[in-house]
């Protein structure tokens, strides 16, 4: 069983945090145990904390990204 | 007006149209431990040397020892809230500075934020504090004079457009002060110039802000400044940052002036935050790669070649001798790096010669390239006279009987020790300096008291400028001392020692 962070945005209903784990599990291939974690700054969607990489799927980062799009 | 609204309106929904929602995936790291602004972090084994870290997404750091599955790092604010445990990420960045002319007479720390009160600054373009120095091919010779407004510099040690001229000596030897003269000095001209304090006093640092706007200069200057108080890591990005912030105005073709005041406390510094990194220590506990410090800074002044825009960065490094030891780690380093340096010597300056320039240990490699035609003409052998002047006057010290051509050196060698004297912030323009020299030159200053001849100076040149306003304009303007303005200035030169001998009958 693999421990691992998982920052969401608001309240998840619960039913969204097992399909968020059972996802990473399918796709990392290994069990995971998620502590979850609310953190607003992240405005919209989650980011995981899993064996040293970020999964990041928060509405900051793609906002963040639509700025570096008008600079360039 | 609505067809600017209309472009700018289709270019964001462009942009927006382009817009894919993408989830990212990147690696992060832990902290594991935190002590003086130096962190050890677990993970980030893809972490590149000297990328900009995120620590648990406010506070930031830069990455200087990379191990496998480890980082050392150091962090840019010294009250931290970073303790074991943070998330620390990637940015893909280098540590980058706020560039452009929106910084004329600001004053701002290494990472941009201004310190003057004054504001945000306005300025959407940003340069990476370390960066390549120019090409071979980039650069083109010094040959271009940069003058300093300071007669025994300009005569004798001249610095050209694209020079490193160190400026070294002890404590309270007037180093800043001629740093800051040179500043004042390019109040007037195509010059911009950029002041590093490093680890200085917030005091020092505000009474050379103060100097600068008494003196007109600091709206053609920049101030990047790190305090005694700052952590070890904002002393050291300060040199680079000033460095990029003149590269910006180099690569746009403007030529500019770097004053790094001063590199003995930057070498502190970087010998702090090494020592905290656990990195072997050398000579005098400085890191075996302290030379390289210095070197890659110094390497990016330079003259680029008229394809590369012209533009060019002086860089005048200062560096603190402990007891005129000029053969210490640091200072040799930074000698053999430069193109020359201006030595100040404390025994010079207590018995009143300011600036206490050593003209016998100062020298400017580029030399004469480097001086305007009509300067050349006038400084000729300058240097030697002044330095058999200085060893003779060893002699007659001791009351040792002197025949009549020493005792007219050692008469002509007082003269020329008062004329090269100058106060603090007053410079010179070429035009003056070449009028005293011309008047030292033909004897015009032999019959005047040693205690007058600043006096008489002065007054002379006041004269001039009165009397030949247009002449002295000319060879500013031109930098050239034609046969015709020669004689007006002569003429001029004659006639007030006339005046002035005729007043004494």
Redesign the interface.
């Known amino acids: 069983m693999t421990k691992a962070v998982l920052k969401i945005a608001g309240s998840f209903r619960s039913e969204d945090i097992v399909r968020i784990t059972r996802g990473f599990e399918r796709l990392l291939k290994k069990e995971i145990e998620f502590d979850v974690v609310e953190d607003g700054s992240l405005i919209g969607g989650f980011t995981a904390f899993i064996d040293g990489r970020v999964y990041d799927s928060s509405i900051l980062l793609q906002l963040e990204r639509i700025r570096q799009g008008f600079r360039e | 007006m609505d067809n600017d609204i209309k472009s700018i309106g289709s270019f ?1 929904k462009e ?2 149209d ?2 894919e ?1 993408t ?7 832990v902290v594991k431990s935190c002590a003086d602004e130096i962190v050890h972090i677990d ?1 980030l ?1 893809r972490c590149r040397y000297g990328e900009l870290l995120e620590f648990g ?1 406010c506070e930031y750091g830069i990455a200087l020892d990379l191990r496998e599955n480890a980082v050392d790092a150091v962090l840019l604010n010294k009250k931290s809230s970073v303790v074991p445990g943070v ?1 620390v ?1 990637q940015t893909g960045r280098v540590a980058e500075v706020c560039v452009g002319e929106s910084l004329l007479g600001r004053i701002i720390d290494p990472i941009g934020r201004p310190l003057d009160g004054l504001g945000e600054i306005q300025s959407g373009e940003y340069r990476a504090l370390e960066s390549h120095a120019p090409t071979i091919m980039q650069r083109t010779g010094v040959k271009t004079p940069l003058e300093t407004g300071i007669l025994a510099i300009d005569s004798m040690i001249p610095i050209g457009r694209g020079q490193r001229e160190l400026i070294i000596g002890d404590r309270q030897t007037g180093k800043t002060a001629i740093a800051l003269s040179a500043i004042i000095n390019q109040k007037k001209g195509d010059v911009i110039c950029v002041y590093c304090a490093i680890g200085q006093k917030a005091s020092t640092i505000a009474q050379v802000t103060a100097k600068l706007r008494d003196a007109g200069a600091l709206d053609n200057t920049v101030i990047v400044a790190s305090t005694a108080d700052d952590c070890a890591s904002m002393q050291y990005l300060t040199p680079y940052s000033g460095c990029a912030i003149a590269e910006k105005f180099m690569y746009d073709g403007k030529d500019v002036l770097i004053v790094y005041d001063d590199l003995s406390k930057h070498a502190m510094a970087y010998r702090a935050m090494s020592l905290l990194l656990r990195r072997p220590s050398g000579r005098e506990a400085y890191p075996g790669d302290v030379f390289y410090l210095h070197s890659r800074l110094l390497e990016r002044a330079a003259r680029l070649s008229y394809e590369y825009g012209g533009g060019s960065i002086t860089a005048l490094p200062i560096i603190e001798t402990m007891s005129g030891d000029i053969s210490a780690y640091i200072p040799t380093n930074v000698i053999s790096i430069t193109d020359g340096q201006i030595y100040l010597e404390s025994e010079l300056f207590n018995a009143g010669i300011r600036p206490a320039v050593n003209v016998g240990l100062s020298v400017s490699r580029v030399g004469r390239a480097a001086q305007h035609n009509a300067m050349k003409d006038v400084s000729g052998n300058l240097r030697l006279v002044l330095a058999q002047y200085r060893d003779t006057a060893v002699f007659a010290r001791f009351g040792a009987d002197i025949d009549e051509s020493t005792a007219l050196l050692l008469r002509r060698g007082e003269r020329l020790t008062e004329l090269l004297k100058q106060s603090q912030n007053k410079v010179f323009s070429l035009s003056r300096q070449v009028a005293v020299l011309l008047s030292y030159a033909g004897n015009f200053f032999d019959g005047v008291d040693v205690k007058d001849v600043i006096e008489t100076r002065d007054r002379l040149l006041e004269t001039l400028e009165l009397q030949i306003n247009d002449t002295m304009r000319s060879i500013d303007n031109s930098g050239e001392l034609s046969e015709n303005d020669r004689n007006l200035l002569m003429r001029a030169v004659t006639a007030f020692f006339e005046g002035q001998s005729n007043a004494e009958h």
Do not use: A, K, M
Request: overall charge neutral; proline content about 6%; hydrophobic content about 20%.
């Open positions: 964001l942009r927006l382009r817009f929602y989830p990212c995936e990147y690696e992060y790291g993970g084994s997404g998330i990420s």
